[in-house]
């Protein structure tokens, strides 16, 4: 007889994105090196007070970063490609 799966989301889940990362990983090692906090400060200045709150810098930084590496030349196909790897989200 043949079973089928039926898939149920759970409730609560155990999922620890680093767990899921390898240590040899290209985007993992290079976070471990690379440091960005100095983009906050430097572009302090091109922000205003009033409004609705941007994008960090640093993460809009790393995405264009990621576009340049994996050659990804459309904003919504970067996002898209972002979302689904979970290297690049770590």
């Known amino acids: 007889m043949q079973g089928t799966k039926i898939y149920q989301e759970k409730l609560f889940s155990n999922f ?6 390898p240590q040899d990983n290209f985007y993992r090692r290079l976070s471990c090196v690379l440091d960005l906090e100095f983009l906050r400060n430097q572009t302090k200045i091109y922000y205003g007070n009033c409004g609705q709150k ?8 790393k995405f264009c970063l990621v576009g340049y590496l994996e050659n990804i030349t459309s904003d919504r ?9 979970l290297d690049i989200l770590y």
């Open 77 to 85: 196909k970067l996002i898209d490609h972002c979302s689904l790897r």
């Open 54 to 61: 941007s994008l960090d810098p640093v993460v809009f930084f």
């Open 16 to 21: 620890q994105l680093s767990s899921r990362v």
